[in-house]
Structures are given as C-alpha cells and as structure tokens.
C-alpha cells in the first residue's frame, strides 16, 4: 500500500524551529501535488501549505504564512515543512498526503482529493 512517510515531530518551546519531513515515492512527487494538514486535539483537520509538483509553486494557510516554509527536494524523494517562530496553537499532529487530482496547488483543493496518507509526526510548542 502507498503510504507516505511524516518524520521530525516532537516538542519544542515557543518561537522555537522544527522541520518536518514527509517521504515518497519518485512517481508521487513527480505527478501530484503534495499537502501538509495539521490536526490538533479536539479540532478539525486544517490544509497548513501545499506545494505543487507541477513548478514548485506553493500555498500556505494564513495562520502559519510568514513562518512555515515548504519545499521539495526530488533527488531523496521528500518533501519539508520547515517550521519557524513555532506557537503554542501549532500544536498537533501533522501529515502529508498526495492531491491525486491536481499537480499544482490551487485555494480551492479540498481534503477528499488528497490520498495515501501518512501516519502523522506530533509536533508540540509549550513551556
């Protein structure tokens, strides 16, 4: 089964730095746009940044825009999310996923369009 693979979770103070990396196939970041969602407890998902396969163009949701960065380095199959000036409502449980019907990144995806979801890396901001 596809699956991708989120690493790089784990506890940090406020303003600190994380960085995230979500692992794949070749043909999976050549073909699909690839998402990184957020899911705190008690809360709904939420589309965090999204990068695109088609010309690296990227999106980012207006809460972490200015402080996350997203990139894709295609040599290692793997694409980062780079978390800076972390806060304690960053906190949750972060995934990548494959947008299977778009290769570049638009406002308007929504979640049922994304698949071979990871297991997730937990990411924790806090005194």
């Known amino acids: 089964q596809v699956q991708l693979v989120e690493s790089g979770g784990g506890s940090v103070q406020p303003g600190g730095s994380l960085r995230l990396s979500c692992a794949a196939s070749?043909?999976?970041?050549?073909?699909?746009?690839i998402g990184w969602f957020r899911q705190a407890p008690g809360k709904e998902r939420e589309a965090v940044s999204c990068i695109s396969a088609s010309d690296g163009s990227t999106l980012y949701s207006d809460s972490v825009k200015g402080r996350f960065t997203v990139s894709r380095d295609n040599d290692v199959h793997t694409v980062y999310l780079q978390m800076n000036s972390l806060k304690p409502e960053d906190t949750a449980v972060y995934f990548c996923?494959?947008?299977?019907?778009?290769?570049?990144?638009?406002?308007?995806?929504?979640?049922?369009?994304?698949?071979?979801w990871g297991q997730g890396t937990r990411v924790t901001v806090s005194t």
């Open positions: 996923a494959a947008n299977l019907m778009r290769r570049r990144c638009v406002q308007e995806s929504q979640a049922h369009e994304y698949a071979y």
């Open positions: 070749r043909f999976i970041l050549e073909d699909y746009a």
